[in-house]
């Protein structure tokens, strides 16, 4: 079993940047799929980005594409989330979650990830 922890959340203003990072423990996420989503409050939870095992492949929500790059370095077990031009609307608590299996369908079906971290707050203030 793979354990997830989030990191970098925090209150920005609006146009700031902020570089989320997950990191693993338990066993190596090489070989797995991860991704980012987002609640805000009284919302859904919703997919933000998510990339393949080798990094080659990533997938991003129209909402955050151009603003948001996902990155993983599988020697550090971690994976990250550089968010830039922040929007008030980015607001939410941010989750990691990964599988061994496909990209398209973590973005499809977000139930079937394996694990989960706990989540962090990202406040952008306007």
């Known amino acids: 079993q793979v354990q997830l922890v989030e990191s970098g959340g925090g209150l920005v203003q609006a146009g700031g940047s902020l570089r989320l990072s997950c990191a693993a423990s338990g066993r190596t996420i090489s070989s797995y799929t991860m991704g980012w989503f987002r609640q805000a409050t009284g919302l859904d939870r919703e997919f933000v980005a998510g990339?393949?095992?080798?990094?080659?492949?990533?997938d991003y929500a129209d909402s955050v594409k151009g603003r948001f790059t996902i990155s993983r370095d599988n020697a550090k077990n971690t994976v990250y989330l550089q968010m830039n031009s922040l929007k008030p609307e980015d607001t939410a608590v941010y989750y990691c979650a990964g599988f061994r299996g496909l990209l398209r369908t973590l973005i499809r079906a977000p139930g079937l990830m394996e694990s989960w971290g706990q989540g962090t707050q990202v406040t952008v203030s306007s």
């Open positions: 990339i393949g095992w080798s990094a080659a492949d990533t």
